[in-house]
């Protein structure tokens, strides 16, 4: 049989008494009657309109209306939640038993636990996480309670070896925004974890959570943790450095990217024409067609005449061959 | 014989259930996992990890985590 640690006890009662014996106040269900009075005035506004025939107020209102119950659904998605929650959680609570097992636990599963009954943290330290060979770094998972906040029990995972997305710094894991992690898959089971106060199976949750990545749902994609890959020639692009066509709107490097003569936009090697008189690369919205020979050149090489220079030059020289042809011969007798 | 079962599974479902002496872990997993497959999952009796062939006890707590959970970004 296994020794008793005498000072984990004592931490289990306290943490116990902390975090368990109190009804948290999540228990208090928090409906949106601010909202349902709004709703009702507005209604009686909207008859007082019709009434007295103001038809553009009564349009108003009714827009107003459709606002504020768009607004009181999202509302009562929080204490409908809570009540299922809640509905669902069975009777049975942790006993102080439960949370000195779930501690000792704790400290077999994982790395740097801490528990620090003053600032009312329990903390865990994963091991390094690396998903599709992108290293992410150990995260701690720290349960805080009795906070300044209000909410009874909270949690946040920080990065200790944070190796951010290039585009968002603040994007630590592709699940996890400023400390927060979007639980996804894993939100109910984390839930009734806390509710049911089996603090081994909320760690034990959380990092499996952070051992996973789920594609398609990440605040930034694995294919894009090193930045956006130009789409000319695939390198991996700073955002300090990047690029995007104007026209269908692909990241490019510093290195692919062109540059209309003309208007200064940004083009990839697709979206931007070459103008045949000057060879600068120029955009297709400032290549504009000669009216004699119909090709498309710069502005810089088309003359207020419609025509591209060469056209324009020959329209000159013929006009003058024109005028030699017609001017007078001068005799002598005069 | 009564065991905690938790399953941490979708909505996570904790509560006691009557299994008949000799249920071994395996079993255990079979018949409330039907469509899973043990290595998917992290299977912990008294939290800490077993074999397979395990033999439960009387008031045994048993839980059952997949190893694959997916986060999203809100």
Redesign the interface.
Known sequence: MKRTKPETVKAAIVLHEQLFGKPPHSETVYLPTYGWDRIQKLQRQIRLARDRGWQAARKSLHEDLANELFDFRRQLEMPLQQLQTTS?V?S?KASVTDTY??V??LEQ?FEDYKLDMDKKELSVTTDAIELEEIYLGPFQIRLEWGKPSGTSVEYRVIALDPHPAKKNECVTH????DEC??????R??????LA?G?L??FF??VS???????RG???VELDNWEGEPCAECGDYVDPDDRFSCQRCYSVLCTECVYSCQSCDESFCSDCIGTCPVCNCKTCFSCLNECEECSRSVCGDCRETSGLCSRCHDKQEKEREDDTTEKAPVKTGKE | MRCLLINNDGAGFADYINIDEGTTVAKLFAQRMPHGRAESYLIRVNRQPVASDQVLQEGDRVSITPTKIEGASK
Do not use: K, N, S
């Not at chain 1, 499996?208 to 789920?214: D, E, S």
């Open positions: 669902r069975p049975r097992r779930d000792l636990a599963e592709p699940h996890v925004q992690l979007c639980e996804g898959e894993g109910a089971a984390i839930a009734a974890a049911e089996r081994y199976d034990i949750l499996q959570v952070l051992h996973t990545y789920g749902g990440a605040y």
